[in-house]
Each structure stands twice: as C-alpha cells, then as structure tokens.
C-alpha cells in the first residue's frame, strides 16, 4: 500500500479482554516496529521484526504482550488480559531495510482505551 | 540506554514568525529523524538527518553529530505548523535495539 496501515483505528475494550491490533506495512519494507504512545508522551518502542522474526523484543512491558509477523508482511499486536494502564495509543512503523541507519514510516495508530 | 532531551517544550508564536527547535543526544546516533504530530495523531516525515543539512520549503534542519545535537528550523510560521515536533533517534550502543529512542517532544502553537 501506500503508506503503513493500522486497524482498528479505536478500539474500546474491557478491563480482563483479550485485543488484537493489526498493521499492515508499506509493500516491501523488510523491518516493522510496534510503539505505544501514552498521552503527553513520546512514542516508546516495543518489539521490532526483521522479516518473519522479533529482532528486538526488549520494549515488551510484560508477558501479556506478544507479537507476530508470520508471513513477513502484516504483523499482529496481541494483548492480553487487558489492564487499564495499557490504555494508549498503538503505533506501527516500517522502514526499506534492516538497521538502525533507515528511515522509519508510522501509520495513523490505533488508539485502544481499557474500562 | 540513549537520552534524547528536546527544548523548549512549550513554544507559542504568532502566524509568520520563524522559529528554532533543539534536540539534544546523549550518545553517537545513526539514525535520527523528525517528526510532526498532527492534531490527529498521525506522525508525519519531515527529515531523516543522521548528520549534515537539509531544507524543504520553510524548514530545514541541521544535525551536528559530533557535539551531539540537532536543529530543526521553521520560518514564517502558518497555523498549520502547529502541533507536536518530535525527534527521534538510534544509537550505535543500543545493544541491537533498533528502534527509535524519542524526546519528549515540543508543543508548538502558531495563533493567526
């Protein structure tokens, strides 16, 4: 696609609920990036692929938190037992090449909110 | 790990006005772009500067890596420059972390 793609834009889900967030990056960017956005805040990472694989996992918060790009393309944010401290907004990005040294594309985020 | 300190954090101007913001970097980067937050939360390209100067109608920015800081230029400010400028790094001893480390931000407001 044109450019890195997010669904749900808003998901609003209860406290103890399982949640999946999809993106769907730019046609042929090898790396993907998951951010989470609390308000006021910079953007802070959590998990990058290089192609099918988590290169760097380490920004996971805790345990309820994985991800997956099983095909090297779209990847799934996978929450679960959702608390209301995870409530923030869910920032995907992709870049052309493996690397530090690559610039990096954000989708418009999905905003999730825990109640 | 790295720390990225932006300033100012706040910056109120009037339309037409030019402006200067800073980041400031703890360690040797190869990666460091900015970014504008719109007021829809979309996080926008504006420059990918590990290291030299670049421009791009009304802004520009400049990266000296060895004193560890970045520049971003606005001049003749529109209400449409307002938002969250946000800049963003990688370092070489992030231990093979490659994501984006981010400052906090500057809240920039341009009234007509």
């Known amino acids: 696609g044109a450019g890195v793609s997010q669904t749900p834009s808003n998901k609003v889900t209860e406290k103890g609920k399982y949640v999946e967030l999809r993106c769907d990056p730019i046609s042929g960017h090898t790396a993907l990036y998951w951010y989470r956005q609390s308000l006021g805040q910079g953007p802070e990472f959590l998990i990058y692929?290089?192609?099918?694989?988590?290169?760097?996992d380490s920004g996971l918060p805790n345990d309820r938190f994985f991800a997956v790009r099983p095909e090297g393309s779209v990847s799934t944010l996978k929450i679960q037992r959702t608390e209301r401290g995870d409530s923030a907004v869910y920032l995907c990005?992709?870049?052309?090449?493996?690397?530090?040294?690559?610039?990096?594309?954000f989708g418009q985020g999905t905003r999730l909110t825990v109640v | 790990g790295i720390q990225v300190e932006q300033s100012p954090p706040d910056l109120i101007l009037q339309e037409g006005a030019n402006s200067t913001l800073r980041c400031n970097f703890s360690?040797?980067?190869?990666?460091l772009q900015w970014f504008h937050q719109n007021p829809w939360g979309q996080l926008i390209n504006l420059f990918y500067?590990?290291?030299g100067t670049k421009q791009n109608g009304r802004l520009s920015a400049t990266t000296v890596a060895t004193e560890r800081y970045s520049l971003l230029y606005i001049s003749s400010s529109q209400t449409t420059d307002s938002g969250v400028y946000f800049c963003?790094?990688?370092?070489?001893?992030?231990?093979?972390?490659?994501?984006?480390?981010f400052g906090k931000g500057t809240h920039l407001i341009i009234q007509p």
């Open positions: 963003a790094v990688v370092g070489y001893s992030g231990g093979g972390a490659d994501g984006l480390t």
């Open positions: 360690d040797s980067v190869n990666n």
């Open positions: 990005a992709s870049s052309s090449q493996v690397g530090a040294g690559t610039e990096a594309f």
């Open positions: 692929f290089q192609g099918t694989g988590a290169a760097d």
């Open positions: 500067i590990p290291s």
